[in-house]
């Protein structure tokens, strides 16, 4: 019989947050742990605090994780004032008032579950606040899983906040017994940064897809090869930030092509799926004259969102050079999905390294729209005529959330020995 270790693991999201991809990075690791000897205890917040939540994933817990729903309010929604809220009441993040609650529990937690180490997760900063508050408390080994870079260059835009961020930042450099990134990228600039974080204290664990979910979702698809359509579709799928993930060079190259006949409403449509930025989107297609050529639909389950990736022609990654440390989540399911994908980005990201490592030929930096119109008349004609290129599936399957899994347990056992 496997001995099992107790891990107590911090994420702000977790099943039924209703998000972006990223929500899969701790259910997934959570839900394979299992299967390498770590018992989880999943400390989230209750349902209240997240905008919109969806039950179709709740059922991919395991009974054996016990998931500890902490109270948090959301400054922005529940303690604004006419649309205004205390600044204070957002630092470091607008989930600030689970800090304390969640020390508490998590404490409870480390106990009852007798947990051997902490893992706690990024995007949100206040989940690695509660990290290192358990650390200190307990002397447990913490692993900070930072996935991309808390701060850059402006960023935040609020000194307060930027304050904060460098102050999380910096004592995960000095008491985190492993920091987790999701990029060499990301890991390099922290390094650089923090001269007294060893790359022996680093890991890198990208994102990845789940082998399951697309079985299942595969399982549901009609047999046999789908016949080519004479109208093509491409999709992103997920949110478009409007300066990280800017799609004017876009949208102009696809007013040339309409333009010069090369697509019509006919022939051509992008799927623009759970912007969160409709409106602005919409009006970005307005002004380039393109609404008959772009679809802007909204959120839906993520398998749904996984069986629209195998149904249409080819898959859009958008990323700007402020985030070439980042890799979005969703490149990884673009690639197991067996589509052509279509890189916005910089050659010399760590998303555009990415494809070029897999030979994927339709990658032009973002902001380039006659790179944008070549690449894409490219792919048109490789598509028309059956030859587009795919990521090979064994290629693909080496990002299999179960595999990394396997890395993540590893990182679990050195720390705690």
Same mark, same amino acid.
């Given at each position: 019989?496997?001995?099992?270790? !107790?891990?107590?693991?911090?994420?702000?999201?977790?099943?039924?947050?209703?998000? &972006?991809? !990223?929500?899969?990075?701790?259910?997934?690791?959570?839900?394979?742990? *299992?299967?390498?000897?770590?018992?989880?205890?999943? *400390?989230?917040?209750?349902?209240?605090?997240?905008?919109?939540?969806?039950?179709?994933?709740? @059922?991919?817990?395991?009974?054996? $994780?016990?998931?500890?729903?902490?109270?948090?309010?959301?400054?922005?929604?529940?303690?604004?004032?006419?649309?205004?809220?205390?600044?204070?009441? !957002?630092? %470091?993040?607008?989930?600030?008032?689970?800090?304390?609650?969640?020390?508490?529990?998590?404490?409870?937690?480390?106990?009852?579950?007798?947990?051997?180490?902490?893992?706690?997760?990024?995007?949100?900063?206040?989940?690695?606040?509660?990290?290192?508050?358990?650390?200190? /408390?307990?002397? +447990?080994?913490?692993?900070?899983?930072?996935?991309?870079?808390?701060?850059?260059?402006?960023?935040?835009?609020?000194?307060?906040?930027?304050?904060?961020?460098?102050?999380?930042?910096?004592?995960?450099?000095?008491?985190? &017994?492993?920091?987790?990134?999701?990029?060499?990228?990301?890991?390099?600039?922290?390094?650089?940064?923090?001269?007294?974080? %060893?790359?022996?204290?680093?890991?890198? $664990?990208?994102? @990845?897809?789940?082998?399951?979910?697309?079985?299942?979702?595969?399982?549901?698809?009609?047999?046999?090869?789908?016949? %080519?359509?004479?109208? *093509?579709?491409? +999709?992103?799928? @997920?949110?478009?930030?409007?300066?990280?993930?800017?799609?004017?060079?876009?949208?102009?190259?696809?007013?040339?092509?309409?333009?010069?006949?090369?697509?019509?409403? @006919?022939?051509?449509? /992008?799927?623009?799926?759970?912007?969160?930025?409709?409106?602005?989107?919409?009006?970005?297609?307005?002004?380039?004259?393109?609404?008959? /050529?772009?679809? $802007?639909?909204?959120?839906?389950?993520?398998?749904?969102? *996984?069986?629209?990736? +195998?149904?249409?022609?080819?898959?859009?990654?958008?990323?700007?050079?402020?985030?070439?440390?980042?890799?979005?989540?969703?490149?990884?399911?673009?690639?197991?999905?067996?589509?052509?994908?279509?890189?916005?980005?910089?050659?010399?990201?760590?998303?555009?390294?990415?494809?070029?490592?897999?030979?994927?030929?339709?990658?032009?930096?973002?902001?380039?729209?006659?790179?944008?119109?070549?690449?894409?008349?490219?792919? $048109?004609?490789?598509?028309?005529?059956?030859?587009?290129?795919?990521?090979?599936?064994? &290629?693909?399957?080496?990002?299999?959330?179960?595999?990394?899994?396997?890395?993540?347990?590893?990182?679990?056992?050195?720390?705690?020995?």
């Amino acid at each position: 019989m496997m001995i099992m270790n !107790g891990v107590l693991m911090i994420a702000y999201h977790y099943p039924p947050a209703h998000v &972006s991809s !990223g929500v899969q990075r701790t259910l997934k690791f959570s839900r394979y742990l *299992l299967n390498h000897g770590w018992h989880p205890a999943v *400390l989230t917040v209750w349902n209240a605090a997240h905008p919109t939540v969806s039950p179709s994933q709740l @059922g991919e817990i395991p009974d054996e $994780i016990t998931v500890k729903r902490s109270w948090c309010l959301d400054s922005a929604r529940h303690l604004s004032i006419q649309g205004r809220h205390f600044r204070a009441l !957002g630092i %470091p993040d607008r989930w600030a008032t689970w800090i304390l609650p969640g020390v508490l529990n998590g404490f409870h937690l480390i106990k009852s579950r007798r947990a051997k180490v902490i893992w706690s997760t990024y995007p949100i900063a206040s989940a690695h606040m509660i990290g290192f508050a358990l650390h200190k /408390l307990t002397g +447990l080994p913490w692993v900070a899983d930072m996935r991309d870079p808390m701060t850059d260059v402006g960023y935040p835009a609020s000194q307060i906040q930027r304050q904060t961020f460098l102050w999380v930042e910096k004592h995960i450099s000095k008491s985190a &017994s492993r920091v987790i990134f999701t990029t060499e990228g990301a890991r390099k600039d922290m390094c650089e940064r923090y001269p007294g974080l %060893p790359e022996s204290r680093t890991t890198v $664990i990208p994102n @990845g897809y789940d082998e399951l979910n697309f079985a299942e979702v595969e399982a549901q698809l009609p047999l046999g090869d789908r016949e %080519p359509r004479n109208r *093509l579709t491409l +999709l992103h799928s @997920g949110v478009i930030y409007p300066h990280e993930r800017d799609p004017s060079a876009l949208f102009h190259a696809l007013a040339k092509m309409q333009a010069e006949g090369h697509v019509s409403q @006919g022939s051509f449509e /992008l799927i623009l799926r759970g912007t969160a930025h409709d409106s602005h989107v919409s009006g970005l297609a307005n002004e380039y004259g393109i609404d008959d /050529l772009v679809s $802007i639909r909204p959120n839906i389950p993520y398998c749904d969102a *996984l069986r629209e990736m +195998l149904a249409v022609d080819a898959l859009v990654v958008m990323q700007a050079e402020t985030c070439n440390a980042q890799i979005p989540a969703k490149v990884y399911e673009y690639l197991r999905a067996q589509k052509p994908v279509v890189g916005l980005c910089s050659h010399h990201s760590d998303t555009g390294k990415l494809l070029h490592d897999n030979a994927v030929p339709y990658v032009s930096p973002l902001d380039d729209a006659d790179a944008i119109y070549s690449n894409l008349l490219n792919l $048109i004609s490789h598509l028309r005529a059956n030859q587009a290129y795919v990521v090979p599936l064994d &290629s693909a399957r080496k990002y299999s959330r179960e595999a990394l899994t396997k890395h993540l347990a590893d990182v679990l056992g050195e720390v705690s020995s």
